[in-house]
């Protein structure tokens, strides 16, 4: 198979693999594009897996026995795992954003396929990694573990490399621009991922717009100018921009999902990405904690069991009014599960791997040299714009995500990252000034798509509010770093927020309208349909719209449905009709 | 969906995407550029897919490759040169013939295991202990095998 067609081929598998997590991983909220992204990461995290698993069982990396093995596990997924969520559809009224964007992303691809722009570290270890596993048949520790061999980096994650493996192993031989392949895709989802964030997060059409070109193109010409292409520090970008939907979005069991797969994926892609798949889950579970410890009071169901007001068995949204729900603040287990069990499954094997071949570097870390900080901070200074064209400053823009509630939760996740950087560069074994100098432009990429794109919606937000005579919503008393406002929900600027949020904790993800039930006759304090209405008609007054993309949605989420009262549904419903963002009706799966 | 933004965030926003679009036009010309010149001779740590230097050094080892059974240590010499030469010149040795060891000179172990040598455009001097027999010649180089007592 000619080498590109065959990562074409392997790309399109993974992803139709990873759709089968589809119904644990999308819902009603998410777009067609950013359900790509999620359904891809899955794929290549459950590649990762399959590998290590067929490398345990001591099952060599051969095409038929990969091909086998990821048959299997498709098989399964599909004997076991519920039913996918209900199709979408892509946009079909491309922006003058969108447009820009897609040059920008097809520019950086055409070089990234001559090899001209190809990373050095795709020489140095990246390809060489991949190239040497797909010769060996699986990770060749023996290899890794030389001594000379340092250089190549023996203790990284290895998915960028079993990806090059997969593919030369579908190609027949390994061949640099079909590896190249693999950086364009992960751009092109990043875009993708970043898009859904701006959608969710209801920024105006223009900013939209001006945010997706200008990161676009600046990413693209940082990857052409910065020789980028081939190496993992996509991946990393890409694993922060698919955790941005749902860090601004309430905290629910399908978010901790995908927050969980952006960990895994992150942690599976470098080293930089263990510590961000450990500050995204942290963050996210804090987020979680937060909304639990904030929710009010409950109320007695007729079977003596407490329920969160807005679960209320007589609330319309009430699914399963016989079901008691969980009262005690926490999390539970399945939410536990969803968060950190895919980051686990990726790091532990890999640490055991690293331990048990005594591949983790000695240089790697020292004690802590605060000493260092001044000459460190300099050489970040300097280098602070290499390749970036001055955009690498846009870094120093992060304290205005600290100023929007709804973007805290990604400004602790950078501000973390930044600080692990920092420990590194100040416990190095080695002339950290010279580490500064080969890396913090690679590093900035991690962060900079989403700290962009995050600026634009803060931007516009403070700037939508000034127009219309208000400050910015204030956060929510106690809420902390659940700053996330229901983005298929009015933006509400009282603490009923967070009983949203405990609501999104404890319920199913619903991947199908169901009928609500009305159980009446039951206490209820305040109706919660009265309730939603109120909120609809505040949401209203501050100008904000529900859904920014309805057209991409198979179907209303059953709650966000009953939720709205008739006069948001229909304000939702004129403005997505005016929308140029509106593609045509969704049809029904 | 908000409304459009005031004139002054529009303006903001506007000069982004047109520095955006600047940069990336620059940086474009720039690779065109440098493709167009790809050719020419240039520092070890400066190499890329595509440029002279690293075409001919693939040239010299298209007749290592496969000719050495797989997983075989060889030591890899090049001439000293600016920017940390026989570094980057070894490194891409290494990713040109991935299913060999490819051990820098200095490395006492490699030395120890190696059981060939490829010197490019140098001469070498044999591991301490030991001489070498030439046994291939390369194209800008030679292939030595390492003879031990």
Partial sequence: MP??????????????????????????????????????????????????????????????VVLAALAAATVLAWRWLPAPAGRTWLPSD????????????????????????????????????????????????????????????????????????????????FDEPAMMLWSAAAFALLLAALREALRRAATSRFAAQAALAGVAMALAAYGIGGLSAGGADWLIALALAAALPPLLSPVDRRGAAQIGLAAAFAAASKVEGVPLAASLVGIYAARAWAARAAAPARQSGPDGAKYPSSQDPSSQDSRDSRKPRKTSPGIDLRFALALVLPAAAVTLPWLAEVWHHHLFLDYNSGPLAPERLPRVLAAIADRMDESWNGFGYGLLLLPLLVLDRRLRALAAVVSLQLLFYLYVYLSVRIDAVALVQASFPRLVLHLLPAVLTAAV????????????????????????????????????????????????????????????????????????????????????????????????????????????????????????????????????? | MRPAPPPLCRLILVLFVVWAGIALAVRTGAAVAGWDSRGADRPACAWRFGTGPVESLRRCLAR??????????????????????????????????????????????????????????????????????????????????????
Wanted: aromatic share 8%; with cysteine; glycine share 8%.
């Fill in chain 1, 3 to 64: 080498p590109l067609l065959a990562a074409v081929a392997a790309a399109t598998a993974l992803t139709f693999a990873g759709s089968r997590f589809a119904a644990a991983l999308a819902g009603p909220r998410d777009s067609a594009l950013y359900r790509l992204v999620l359904y891809t990461l899955a794929g290549w995290v459950g590649l990762h897996l399959l590998l290590t698993a067929l490398g345990l069982a001591g099952l060599p990396w051969r095409l038929p």
């Fill in chain 1, 94 to 173: 491309l922006g003058w954003g969108e447009g820009l964007a897609l040059a920008a992303l097809a520019v950086f691809a055409a070089g990234a396929l001559s090899a001209w722009i190809a990373s050095p570290d795709f020489v140095f270890h990246w390809g060489l990694k991949g190239h040497r596993f797909y010769l060996a048949g699986g990770v060749d520790y023996g290899y890794l573990g030389a001594r000379w061999n340092w250089v190549v980096h023996p203790d990284y994650p290895t998915l960028l490399p079993e990806l090059f493996a997969v593919t030369a192993l579908a190609a027949g031989r």
């Fill in chain 1, 457 to 589: 919606v803060a931007l516009d937000r403070r700037a939508g509010s000034r127009l219309e005579g208000q400050e910015p919503l204030p956060p929510p008393a106690g809420a902390g770093l659940d700053s996330a406002l229901a983005p298929d929900l009015a933006p509400e600027p009282e603490s009923d927020l967070d009983s949203e949020a405990a609501e999104d904790l404890d319920s199913d993800p619903p991947s199908a309208p169901e009928a609500p039930a009305p159980v009446p006759g039951l206490p209820s304090e305040r109706s919660e349909r009265s309730e939603r209405s109120e909120r609809s008609d505040r949401s209203e007054a501050a100008g904000s719209a529900a859904e920014s993309d309805p057209a991409e949605r198979s179907e209303p989420a059953p709650a966000a449905a009953s939720e709205r009262s008739p006069r948001s549904e229909r304000s939702v419903r004129s403005e997505a009709a005016d929308s140029p963002w509106a593609a045509p009706p969704p049809l029904r799966a």
């Fill in chain 2, 64 to 149: 290592v490759e496969g000719w050495l059974p797989p997983d075989t240590v060889v030591v890899f010499v090049s001439p000293p040169g600016p920017c940390n030469a026989p570094f980057f010149c070894w490194r891409w040795t290494a990713y040109l013939l991935p299913d060999l060891e490819v051990s820098p000179p200095d490395d006492v172990e490699g030395r120890q295991r190696a059981s060939y040598l490829i010197a490019y455009r140098t001469r070498p001097a044999p591991p301490p202990g030991s001489h070498l027999v030439l046994v291939r010649q390369l194209e800008g180089g030679r292939l030595y095998r390492i003879d031990r007592p």
